[in-house]
């Protein structure tokens, strides 16, 4: 009985400290995009707006490896075995690819807009059972720098 007493608050204390921190991040990653709503990141293949010269480009890059923690691998483990989709690791995914998109915007702070964004991402496993330990995604795309533009990416 003991045992299944120390499972069971082991358990209940992997689901508090993992949502706490999830929640922390989350919170993190809301104020960090309010601050670099400024700076546009589209799939776009070509700029928002055409009017303008641009001065130069470049290629830039933001890349993120996030794990899950220990109560979501248990559940995903119990889903794998009643099968259907595993939702435990949607939050992981979304978080990670969201930071991605926060590092690729603060490595070019001076540029107006950010073009032809694309999404990588893979899973890095444990064991080879099939589980998720960690998921890592690239962000990259081309930012784009205007002629006349400050530092701040807006125009003079």
Same mark, same amino acid.
Do not use: W
């Given at each position: /009985?003991?045992? #299944?007493?120390?499972? =069971?608050?082991? !358990?209940? !204390? @992997? ?20 601050? !670099? ?6 799939? !776009?293949?070509?700029?928002?707006? %055409? ?7 470049e290629l830039v890059?933001? &890349? ?9 691998? /248990? ?6 075995? =009643?099968?259907?989709? $595993?939702?435990?690791?949607? %939050? ?21 807009? #950010? $073009? &032809?964004?694309?999404?990588? %991402?893979?899973? #890095?496993?444990?064991?080879?059972? &099939?589980? #998720?330990?960690?998921?890592e995604v690239l962000?990259? @795309? ?7 533009? &400050?530092?701040? @990416?807006?125009?003079?």
């Amino acid at each position: /009985m003991l045992q #299944i007493a120390i499972i =069971v608050s082991l !358990l209940l !204390l @992997g689901y508090v400290f993992g949502r706490h921190a999830e929640a922390k991040h989350y919170r993190y990653i809301e104020a960090k995009e309010s601050e !670099l709503l400024a700076l546009p990141a589209t799939n !776009l293949r070509t700029p928002l707006n %055409t009017s303008k010269t641009i001065s130069h480009t470049e290629l830039v890059t933001g &890349n993120v490896v996030i794990s899950v923690d220990y109560f979501k691998r /248990m559940l995903a483990t119990l889903r794998a075995l =009643v099968g259907g989709e $595993i939702n435990a690791y949607e %939050t992981l995914v979304d978080r990670a690819r969201r930071e991605a998109i926060i590092r690729l915007k603060t490595s070019c702070l001076g540029a107006s807009e #950010i $073009i &032809n964004l694309r999404l990588e %991402t893979s899973s #890095i496993s444990k064991g080879g059972r &099939n589980q #998720i330990g960690s998921v890592e995604v690239l962000a990259y @795309g081309t930012a784009i720098y205007y002629q006349g533009a &400050n530092t701040e @990416g807006t125009v003079l």
